[in-house]
């Protein structure tokens, strides 16, 4: 019941800031506040010692400043009745009354009586953002995954999302692409099934481009001609971008994520402001030249024996670079799109890029000193032998091939545990269980550490994994399924008597404080321990408090309605980690 003992804290806290106020504790005073669940229910439901540890401090008697404490705790639904214990310790005991009010408030409003934001923000979220001249590998997994699930929180909490795949579609390599594409076609080659695979794409044209002086120059004409507009470059540049986008519209569709051509801008959008960007940091007064090459330096960035690091934005040959495009682009997303919140969901090697881009930005005044600006970074995806993951044959890992690989072992694990399923369910069932198993095992881990892609750890029924979940959800659908039980119009109230049912409850309760959490920080794990915990309290609790064979009707009512409540928090759950249910499994 963490949510009541934090509530409780605050009760506590607020007592001892009124002491503090009247000069009877001393202002410096900030003891450690533990509250415990008591062993036995006589002393009540919950139980701290504060008293006990603040007295010498206080230099009063500790049963003398427990009835002070207690004096000067401020009215609240939760508690019906507070109590001195024993040399002082401080007995609360609890209001189900209050809790069961939050369930049956929760139940009755489809947003599940989470709070929507006030005052809603305008976010942008950068997520996914692969570089369009190669084909989405695994380092873009957790970019598109971990972004969308924050982007689906913030949306249910009101905010006004702003989806951007920033894509690399621009640069030096696109030269040597459009080359290769160029000698194909003079061949008359299907270009489109060339580049089914672009991968391969990709790689024969860095082979050409290394051996051939003749084709690196043209690779070298192509680029200046595109950037200077040229309409003949324009159309092979569109028909490769359109094709690389295909692919990556394929993948999300397939992971449900819920980007779509038209949340791509990417860095090629921001070309014709770049030239306006370096003149702004020249008036801002923050551009240095160094060898040819236009920088600025911030104090605060240092590299090894504290020799200033620059941020490059021009080259000596009048190019510009990653960083440039990066400043525009928030330009645009705070004065065009007036967004107040800026998140960028990418790897953190990239940490002191952004560090530097967003010192820059505010230095330069593109940012305001209340505008939010957070690299979402996230760690490394390992193999299992504690390297980068890769693949057996020792490339990099395909994200089309390795969803591919989870769809049919799930497939086959699912086929295994039921016989009599079509084939057709068993297909549908094995694509949601593998897809959610991939999600879900990136999801519920700390974003900033690297974990371990292990396809038997994340499609084990055990442990905090996808099915386990999924198949939690279904025992608890089954319940009105198998009582022949309409879910939407359960009657009865909720009545909180058996310790289990108080800690199901209590947990419940939780779910707004997670969900915020996970808007704040975007923390998607904090959401997949939530529904790890509440699974598992809900399972202890339906083994022990029986509910279709209960049989006075008031308690079963109200068991059905916990039971009710409980399948709704871990759908909503998923659906905002972008992971969907099943009624059977
Ligand atoms: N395309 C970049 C990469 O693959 C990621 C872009 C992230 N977004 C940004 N605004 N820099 O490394």
Redo the contacts with the bound molecule.
């Keep these: 019941m963490k949510i009541m003992k934090e509530q409780i804290q605050l009760l506590l806290e607020e007592a001892l800031t009124a002491l503090k106020g009247k000069g009877l504790l001393p202002t410096d005073l900030e003891p450690a506040i533990q509250i415990d669940r008591t062993k036995d229910k006589a002393h009540g439901d919950l139980a701290t010692n504060l008293a006990m540890i603040g007295a010498k401090a206080a230099k009063k008697n500790p049963r003398q400043l427990a009835a002070e404490i207690i004096e000067h705790l401020p009215p609240s639904k939760l508690v019906r009745q507070v109590e001195i214990a024993g040399p002082g310790f401080i007995n609360f005991y609890l209001n189900p009354d209050w809790l069961a009010e939050q369930l049956e408030n929760a139940l009755a409003d489809p947003r599940l009586a989470i709070p929507l934001a006030a005052p809603p923000q305008t976010v942008v979220v950068?997520?996914s953002?692969?570089?369009l001249a190669k084909e989405m590998h695994v380092?873009?997994l957790r970019?598109t995954i971990i972004g969308d699930a924050v982007s689906r929180t913030l949306e249910f909490l009101g905010h006004k999302v702003i989806r951007?795949n920033?894509?690399?579609d621009w640069g030096t390599q696109f030269g040597m692409l459009l080359a290769h594409m160029e000698e194909l076609q003079g061949e008359g080659s299907a270009i489109r099934m060339q580049l089914a695979d672009l991968e391969s794409f990709y790689r024969e044209a860095k082979g050409r481009f290394d051996a051939s002086p003749v084709f690196a120059d043209r690779a070298r004409q192509l680029v200046v001609e595109l950037q200077s507009g040229d309409a003949h470059c324009n159309r092979l540049w569109r028909e490769f971008l359109d094709i690389s986008l295909s692919h990556c519209q394929q993948i999300y569709d397939r992971l449900n994520v819920a980007l779509t051509r038209a949340d791509v801008r990417g860095?090629s959008a921001y070309n014709d402001d770049l030239a306006q960007v370096v003149e702004d940091l020249t008036a801002a007064g923050l551009l240095t030249e160094d060898q040819g090459a236009r920088c600025v330096f911030l104090d605060e960035f240092k590299g090894k024996d504290d020799e200033p690091l620059p941020m490059i934005v021009q080259k000596k040959d009048g190019g510009y670079l990653?960083a440039t495009?990066?400043l525009a682009?928030i330009r645009y997303r705070l004065s065009v799109l007036k967004a107040d919140r800026l998140l960028?969901?990418?790897?953190h090697r990239?940490s002191l890029?952004?560090q530097q881009?967003f010192a820059v930005a505010r230095q330069a005044g593109f940012a305001g000193p209340d505008t939010q600006l957070e690299h979402m970074a996230f760690g490394t995806v390992m193999g299992e032998d504690g390297k980068p993951f890769k693949t057996r044959s020792g490339g990099v890992a395909k994200l089309a091939d390795l969803l591919d690989e989870a769809e049919a072992r799930a497939y086959e694990l699912v086929k295994a545990k039921n016989t009599e399923m079509s084939e057709e369910e068993l297909r549908h069932i094995g694509r949601v269980v593998g897809i959610a198993s991939v999600k879900y095992a990136d999801l519920s881990k700390h974003r900033t550490s690297d974990y371990v892609f292990s396809f038997d750890q994340m499609l084990s029924f055990e442990g905090n994994t996808a099915p386990y979940l999924l198949y939690a959800y279904t025992r608890v659908a089954s319940i009105f399924r198998r009582g022949e039980i309409d879910a939407e119009a359960l009657q009865g109230s909720i009545r909180l008597e058996e310790e289990v049912e108080k800690e199901l409850a209590g947990k419940l309760a939780q779910f707004s404080e997670v969900v915020q959490r996970v808007a704040e920080r975007g923390w998607p794990h904090l959401l997949c321990a939530y529904l790890y915990d509440l699974s598992g309290i809900f399972s202890s609790f339906y083994q022990s408090c029986p509910v279709l064979n209960c049989e006075d009707a008031a308690i079963r009512a109200s068991r059905l309605k916990l039971a009710r409540l409980t399948a709704r928090t871990i759908q909503q759950g998923l659906a905002l980690l972008g992971i969907e249910t099943l009624e059977r499994m």
């Design positions: 950068d997520y953002s692969p570089n380092g873009h970019s951007h920033h894509v690399g860095e990653y495009t990066d682009a960028y969901f990418v790897d990239q890029h952004f881009l």
